[in-house]
């Protein structure tokens, strides 16, 4: 909330002092303001406007094609059409399973990762430099690098999985192998943030607590259940926030990896917004996807942080 | 007894850790550094360990890239960061100091603006670049990497900005210095770590979007890095793997440095908006 200036009183003394001091606070704000001015300009113009524009289109008519054609108001019928047609559950889905997956993964492995970085052994800077430098590849680097390890003819993985004796999988050839693939690549992308935040996050356990579980004979897997997974579930819980919504909006791995194939198996809700406008040039209908998107979201953002401030406050 | 045991876990761990973290890029490396005839059977080391340049040689003769696009991801790159750093440490100054109308509705956008997705501002920005005639401009694709860039900005500059004692600005004010003088003095020399830390931000998100990069853009003269290198060996079919991921590796290797020689302000980037909530 804003805290509202305070009112003059009528004690004339005071009152001056506090006059001044209210001229003083329009100047601060007025400089605040001025300050703010130029960001906000421009996340106004190609952030708001745009998010508005988005959602009014959803409930137009209008194509890429031609610009210069008034758009059309058609009521519901986009989003009648997009949540009827034949591929929205299986994009939905996909998207869903993608984000959901690979957020698990990211979670589980990243508590992991950095547990084992927390130890003590030779080389530690190092080893920690080089596991978290995914962060930094280049998305289309890395999708580059990933769909020739899983070629099913010449990779890496496969090659690997001859040498023991298992046959060629073709990875990003079937629709359950592809969205493997593509979760494996997320992750491994994705994992770096969720290691770092963990590995920080680590640091600020109390070593006090790690000791009374000591005195009380505690194993080390009951000390990590009690002690160190009570202290990071906030932090747990925001990452979890964070990483569904990456994923979930996530353009350029899926389409750099997979191009929403084979088929359609892995095709997902933003792909959807891109195809639809700039292959089909049916601004109207991707306007809707983009739409349902960010209601999802924010529903999602809300019901969670609902849910953990309320646990918190127990 | 147990702590050899316990050790030698420890280790083996770490090896596996390791090698999944790094397979993707030595593959780069190792498929770039390949000869055209032997990549089909090299699927961990190159054939009879025979090492050649000359994917890259040919990339800088008649390659399969037009090596204009790593100096357009940098003019885009270096644009963004330093708009980016200028708006973000105007305002975060602003959300971090002053009171004024408006400031908690700023304040909760900027974290509101994480949830839209990027693909939801495709269609809007497309249309307002051609509006403006500045579709298939290098200026377009910057502009458009700015909205993705700014709100985390100046979320972290916020951040940054707060950790600095107010007391210090009340005693320079107190001084004689005007507010302007305040930050450029007093408040600027001080968060220099997060300065840096959003500027490297600013430019490694720009260099890696591909998304806005390939759908502001046609003619190949202003394509930058992701997308110059996915227009010629994005496409499935006869991808000639040794060039393309040259290309792919002259693109990561700058990024590489980068982070690793700045990897302390970026790690402290990353994980002080998360850990402190």
């Known amino acids: 909330m804003v805290k509202r200036m305070p009112w003059p009183s009528n004690d004339p003394q005071q009152s001056k002092a506090s ?77 869903v399973v993608l984000a959901v997956a690979s957020t698990v993964l990211q979670i589980v492995l990243g508590l992991a990762v950095a547990l084992l970085l927390n130890q003590a052994f030779k080389l530690r800077r190092i080893v920690r430099s080089a596991v978290v430098l995914p962060w930094a590849m280049p998305t289309i680097a890395a999708a580059f690098a990933f769909r020739w390890m899983f070629d099913s003819s010449f990779g890496a993985v496969n090659s690997a999985l001859g040498l023991a004796g298992i046959g060629s999988v073709p990875w990003l050839g079937t629709p359950v192998t592809a969205m493997a693939t593509l979760v494996v690549a997320v ?23 790690y000791e009374a579980a000591q005195v009380d004979g505690a194993s080390k897997w009951r000390e990590f259940l009690h002690v160190t997974l009570p ?14 919504i990456w994923t ?17 198996s892995t095709r997902t809700l933003p792909l959807d917004v891109y195809i639809q406008a700039f292959r089909n040039f049916d601004v109207g209908t991707a306007s809707t996807y983009a739409t349902f998107m960010a209601g999802v979201l924010m529903i999602f953002a809300l019901v969670f942080l609902r849910l953990t401030t309320r646990k918190e406050d127990k | ?25 030595y593959q780069m490396l190792m498929v770039s550094f390949t000869g055209q005839s032997e990549i089909l059977n090299s699927p961990f080391f190159p054939s009879g360990g025979r090492i050649t340049l000359d994917n890259y040689r040919a990339l800088f003769g008649n390659g399969v890239v037009n090596l204009r696009i790593y100096a357009n ?35 909760r956008g900027v974290l509101l603006a994480y949830i839209i997705p990027p693909t939801l501002l495709l269609v809007p920005i497309y249309s307002m670049m051609v509006a403006l005639r500045l579709d298939d401009t290098l200026i377009a694709v910057g502009m458009a990497q700015l909205v993705l860039a700014l709100p985390f900005a100046i979320w972290l500059l916020r951040g940054f900005l707060r950790d600095i004692p107010a007391e210090l600005d009340e005693a320079a004010r107190i001084d004689g210095c005007s507010h302007l003088g305040v930050l450029i003095r007093i408040v600027l020399p001080l968060a220099l770590p997060g ?33 110059g290198l996915y227009a010629v060996a994005g496409t499935y079919g006869d991808v000639r793997w040794g060039e393309a991921m040259a290309a792919a590796t002259l693109g990561a290797i700058p990024v590489f ?15 002080s908006g998360a850990v402190k909530g």
């Open chain 2, 73 to 107: 991801s940098l003019v885009v790159a270096v644009g963004v960061s330093v708009a980016a750093t200028t708006l973000s440490i105007l305002a975060g100054y602003a959300l971090a100091r002053f009171r004024f109308p408006g400031r908690t509705v700023i304040d």
């Open chain 1, 248 to 264: 979930f909006n996530w353009f350029d791995m899926t389409w750099l990896l997979t191009g929403g194939g084979p088929g359609t």
């Open chain 2, 1 to 25: 007894m147990s702590g050899i045991l316990r050790r030698t876990a420890v280790y083996m761990a770490v090896a596996i850790v390791l090698l999944c973290a790094l397979a993707p890029m």
């Open chain 1, 187 to 209: 992750v491994w992308k994705g994992l770096p943030f969720v290691i770092l935040v963990f590995l920080a996050s680590l640091q600020t356990v109390p070593k006090e607590l």
């Open chain 1, 19 to 95: 006059l001044m001091r209210l001229r003083l606070q329009h100047r601060d704000a007025l400089f605040g303001l001025a300050l703010t001015l130029p960001a906000l300009a421009f996340l106004a113009v190609f952030l708001a406007k745009p998010l508005l524009e988005t959602v009014l289109l959803s409930f137009q008519s209008s194509s890429l094609l031609e610009p210069d054609q008034p758009a059309e108001f058609v009521g519901l019928s986009n989003w009648q059409s997009v949540l009827t047609g034949s591929t929205f559950p299986s994009d939905l889905r996909n998207t």
């Open chain 2, 257 to 271: 440095i980068l982070f690793l020689v700045f990897q302390k302000w970026i790690v402290s980037g990353l994980t």
């Open chain 2, 195 to 227: 300065i840096a830390t959003v500027a490297i931000f600013a430019f490694l998100e720009s260099w890696n979007e591909f998304l806005f990069a390939s759908v502001l853009v046609t003619s190949p003269e202003q394509r930058t890095y992701p997308f």
């Open chain 1, 231 to 244: 202290h990071m579930r906030f932090v747990i819980a925001i990452v979890l926030v964070l990483r569904v």
